[in-house]
């Protein structure tokens, strides 16, 4: 502006909406990144060799791929698995709380058993468990309803009620119901203790406020890793030949590739259907979090900002 | 003590001799004292002296350990039965609660719900209250604490001030007949004090019952009917606060004050 090293003449002291005008607003001349932009391209030019190789590459067959994507037999079995993950999960969820509660009680008897249960299900592998459910039927072979030594009403035998598919079931949801439980605690834990004082003092009963304040509150702690367990429980599901159980999709896309002699194009295909019913459940998991974190964030909305806005160029005061 | 006859009509809250122990740590000596219909009490003292427990103990958010406490001449947390005290089911405590309004030092208010669902929350809920009346008195509630256009507001989106004085018309909500105050105003930044205080004032000059746990000695002087001076789990000298703000009787109350005042 004027001769360097003399300091720019001081303004005269004058409020923003002063004689003087407002100030005009910043437009500075943008810092130059070329570091951002190579590491771009490299990305970009890897990505598209990948791409190429993938497309010209005679072993991923995708011609394969394209006919059996839409296979009624995978479809079919894309269901199974689905049914599988949304079943285990629901029984675990439901679980998983009463298992937490009991941990959270007052009670030592409760806290010991629910303890113990975590401690056993999350301490053996999941395949190991299944594989045991599959043997239910031989270590119980029937089922006896009654007074424990005295008299019984009923021989149920186990073989005839429990098909493989529900020793799936099971097999799922009580593994994953003890992981379930720590999600759930964590959360009632992370509610802070003047929530339920509060609650409380207004004379709420215990199950209002655990219902009304405490886990709406605490469901925006066990939503996000709820939502990593569901997409965990999905690929999962795949273990089940354990039981063995092998109608769902990626035991049938292993069967399916005796047709193709090729298992690629087939686990190429197993893969899609797992990634597609994946991006539902994120989309899903993406509005719960923000119905759940509602208040959570002292930053306004877009639409309360513009009120204030309009507010301020009307000339109030905030 | 247990054929003690119950307090008298113009008595809304009596203690006799109330002790709380945590664990082997006794917090309350044997805490005497009544409060009046219509009465505003202040009680003042140097933090840990048990204040806060005696305040919890009159709506059961803690239990007594030893004497008797009544409230509206109904005896707080236990039943008594064939000369014996019982220990009173939930449900029942719960039902004592909804008649005492409690606002706390850190507010407490339910972040997940804006300052309107607040205020409606407990009466819809505990009460049965249709949902329009509660709003419609919601909002004349927040007229009267003064933020009637922060209905909408998320509890983070306020401030200190704001948030405590939506806390007390949540309590208010309830029509509570006494109404306990926590250092309400201790968290607060000194230019946001004020103004609780003046909503706490208007209450008082409306007839409300209130206990109130301050530091705020300017408020005892100008407010308070009783004041009460606490030290150790003991009352150590109560009366009139004009008196015993400016000629208190006791080396304690004295030392007290000199840092306070």
């Not at chain 1, 063995?244 to 197993?270: G, K, Q, W």
């Not at chain 2, 059961?60 to 009544?70: D, F, M, V």
């Not at chain 2, 509630?141 to 209905?151: F, H, I, T």
């Not at chain 2, 409306?206 to 100008?222: D, Q, W």
Request: hydrophobic residues 45%; contains cysteine; charged residues 20%.
């Amino acid at each position: 502006m004027s001769s360097v090293g003399e300091p720019p003449a001081a303004p005269a002291v004058e409020g923003r909406d002063g004689p003087g005008g407002q100030p005009e607003l910043i437009k500075a001349v943008p810092l130059r990144r070329p570091g951002r932009l190579i590491a771009a391209v490299l990305v970009l030019v890897l990505l598209a060799l990948f791409a190429y190789g993938a497309a010209t590459n005679s072993a991923y067959d995708w011609g394969t791929f394209g006919r059996y994507l839409f296979d009624q037999r995978i479809s079919k079995a894309a269901g199974v698995t689905l049914s599988l993950t949304v079943l285990a999960m629901f029984f675990a969820i439901i679980l998983g709380v009463i298992l937490a509660v009991m941990r959270l009680s007052p009670n030592p008897v409760l806290k010991a058993v629910a303890w113990g249960f975590v401690w056993f299900f999350r301490g053996t592998p999941i395949y190991v468990q299944l594989v045991f459910w599959g043997l239910l039927v031989v270590i119980y072979k029937q089922i006896d309803l009654g007074i424990p030594f005295v008299v019984q009403f009923a021989h149920i035998n186990t073989g005839s009620l429990f098909t493989a598919y529900w020793l799936a079931v099971i097999g799922l949801s009580l593994n994953e119901s003890a992981y379930m439980s720590e999600i759930v605690r964590a959360g009632i834990s992370s509610v802070d203790e003047g929530q339920e004082e509060a609650a409380r003092a207004l004379g709420m009963s215990w199950s209002l406020s655990t219902r009304r304040i405490v886990l709406p509150q605490a469901m925006r702690v066990i939503i996000p890793p709820t939502g990593n367990e569901l997409i965990s429980m999905l690929k999962t599901t795949s273990l089940v030949i354990a039981v063995p159980l092998t109608s769902e999709l990626y035991s049938r896309a292993r069967d399916l590739s005796v047709e193709t002699f090729n298992p690629i194009p087939m686990l190429l295909v197993a893969s899609a259907w797992y990634l597609f019913f994946t991006s539902i459940l994120m989309v899903g998991q993406f509005y719960l979090e923000r119905y759940f974190s509602r208040g959570a964030s002292r930053k306004m909305s877009a639409k309360q900002l513009q009120a204030l806005a309009n507010a301020q160029s009307l000339g109030g005061h905030i | 003590m247990t054929g003690s006859p119950p307090p008298a009509a113009d008595v809304m809250v009596r203690s006799e001799q109330v002790c709380k122990y945590f664990g082997a740590l006794e917090v309350l000596k044997g805490i005497s004292l009544n409060v009046n219909r219509g009465e505003v009490m202040c009680l003042v003292g140097p933090s840990g002296s048990g204040k806060s427990t005696f305040l919890r103990c009159i709506n059961h958010l803690e239990q007594i350990s030893a004497g008797r406490l009544w409230v509206d001449g109904e005896l707080v947390g236990y039943t008594e039965r064939g000369g014996r005290l019982h220990e009173m089911p939930a449900k029942h405590a719960a039902v004592q609660r909804r008649d005492i309004g409690m606002v706390f030092q850190k507010f407490n208010l339910f972040p997940h719900l804006t300052a309107l669902e607040n205020i409606t929350e407990a009466p819809t809920r505990v009460k049965g209250v249709k949902k329009v009346e509660a709003i419609a008195r919601a909002n004349q509630l927040l007229e009267q604490v003064g933020m009637p256009d922060k209905a909408k507001a998320y509890p983070a989106q306020l401030s200190g001030g704001q948030q405590q004085r939506v806390a007390i018309a949540r309590a208010l909500a309830m029509d509570p007949k006494l109404m306990l105050f926590d250092e309400p105003t201790s968290a607060l930044d000194p230019e946001l004090v004020g103004e609780v205080l003046d909503v706490m004032k208007q209450l008082a000059q409306g007839g409300m019952t209130m206990i109130v746990v301050t530091h705020e000695m300017g408020f005892a002087r100008e407010v308070a009917d009783s004041l009460v001076f606490m030290d150790a789990g003991v009352v150590v000298e109560s009366g009139e606060p004009r008196s015993v703000l400016s000629d208190p009787k006791h080396e304690r109350t004295k030392a007290f004050l000199s840092k306070v005042l």
